[in-house]
């Protein structure tokens, strides 16, 4: 199934510019919950020759998190403007709603429920792009799934989300058999031990310390790294576990010098500590021993407010990071160049994620509309279709019975403070597929 051939960019549309604003959007009030079709959204001012449906955007977007989650908005909010542009789809014009569930600055679960029971609760809305992280997707599946709703992740990697063998039919208990829920990063367990390898392998570490933020994601890719670092013969000289809202870690990085480490591993996002961790090596003279993370620490070049290389500042010199997605995209420099001439920057690591997932999102709807109103379920039932391959910007992607991309690439990036004009950015270093 091919997708829709998107249109120019056309910039400045009116909803998008509203969309992109800081702060968020909230759904117009609606009577009854989790509507089928978005048919009350027909004949509104501004919709398309058959109406308006709403897709929404459910992402962290203030404080740190902004810097990670930002970017994946912007993928999103660049690919419905596009199909917007071009007709829209089968008459239909898509409507970005979106919403910030940080508080103070960090993804904040309870929020992510709350706008996840206000997505359901709009009978416009048919599908979600978001969310950003795993602990906010463990308690916003439970209400999409039993709504119906399609969800697609730019960036959740915990495993537990979508297997069965680690809980996932926990998570989605009101319909464990009907997918609502689908990712385009691939899992921790290849990400974790992706980074491990290339610790172990390409850098020559051995001992490791390994600090992590007690969270679903944090703490699942901790311990996915953490197996392999001694499958391939590594020794974990020791692990702490440090919850979001912590500020200070030297107590925990002087206890961890004396176990003389080569090498540091965090397992959490820039927002629950990964850069601050960093900052305040040196503190414990630990200077710039190799430090490496998963995909929360990689979020943008150092002139971005709340970025872990903002926040390490010199301290961020020999550290390294994934992404559990595709660098190396299919035409990289044509994606590039229409995300810059809309938002002025270059894309982040998860732009073309959001991207994608707004995407298949699209041609669920596109799917869905060809014999009728696009319903929840007819927009659901075609954007988990194993069947479907869709042709998104990261390349053909297809999902399996649980909701996992065919795509097991993992990108792994390396900081240079010289970059992007002497304030720092993360370099690629290479791509791994483990498919």
Not at 3 to 30: E, N
Request: charged share 20%; aromatic share 6%; proline share 6%.
């Amino acid at each position: 199934m091919k997708l829709v051939k998107l249109g120019v960019l056309v910039a400045g549309a009116a909803i998008i510019a509203a969309a992109c604003s800081s702060g968020s959007s909230t759904p117009a009030p609606t009577s009854g919950g989790g509507g089928e079709s978005p048919a009350a959204s027909a004949g509104g001012g501004g919709g398309g020759e058959k109406g308006t449906v709403k897709v929404g955007i459910s992402l962290p977007l203030s404080g740190s998190s902004l810097a990670s989650a930002g970017p994946a908005r912007d993928g999103a909010l660049l690919a419905i403007e596009e199909a917007n542009a071009a007709g829209g789809i089968n008459g239909w014009k898509i409507e970005p709603v979106v919403l910030d569930h940080s508080v103070n600055g960090v993804h904040d679960p309870q929020q992510g429920a709350k706008d996840m029971s206000s997505l359901v609760s709009d009978p416009g809305v048919v599908a979600v792009v978001g969310p950003f992280n795993s602990s906010v997707a463990k308690v916003q599946i439970p209400i999409s799934n039993e709504a119906g709703l399609l969800q697609c992740s730019p960036a959740n990697t915990n495993e537990s989300l979508t297997k069965p063998e680690f809980g996932a039919l926990e998570i989605r208990k009101s319909n464990p058999d009907r997918i609502n829920y689908v990712r385009v990063a691939t899992t921790d367990d290849v990400q974790g031990p992706a980074v491990a390898q290339f610790g172990v392998q390409t850098l020559g570490l051995k001992n490791v310390v390994i600090i992590d933020d007690t969270e679903t994601y944090g703490k699942g890719l901790a311990d996915n790294f953490a197996k392999e670092w001694e499958k391939l013969g590594g020794t974990v000289v020791g692990r702490e576990g440090a919850p979001k809202g912590t500020t200070d870690y030297v107590p925990i990085l002087t206890k961890a010098k004396s176990l003389n480490p080569d090498s540091f591993f965090y397992g959490g996002v820039t927002a629950t500590g990964g850069g601050l961790v960093r900052k305040q090596m040196p503190q414990a003279g630990l200077g710039d021993i190799p430090y490496m993370g998963g995909d929360g620490i990689q979020d943008g070049p150092g002139s971005v407010d709340g970025s872990f290389i903002n926040i390490a500042g010199p301290a961020a010199a020999n550290s390294y990071s994934s992404v559990a997605a595709i660098a190396e995209i299919p035409d990289a420099a044509a994606f590039a160049d229409k995300y810059k001439a809309k938002y002025n920057v270059a894309p982040g690591a998860y732009s073309a994620n959001g991207y994608a997932c707004a995407q298949i999102v699209l041609e669920a709807i596109k799917t869905a509309s060809a014999s009728g109103d696009p319903s929840r379920e007819s927009v659901r039932a075609a954007g988990v279709d194993p069947a479907t391959t869709f042709q998104t910007v990261l390349g053909p992607v297809q999902f399996d019975k649980n909701g996992d991309t065919s795509q097991k690439i993992i990108s792994l990036y390396k900081v240079d403070l010289a970059a992007a004009d002497g304030k720092g950015d993360w370099v690629f270093e290479k791509q791994v597929d483990y498919k």
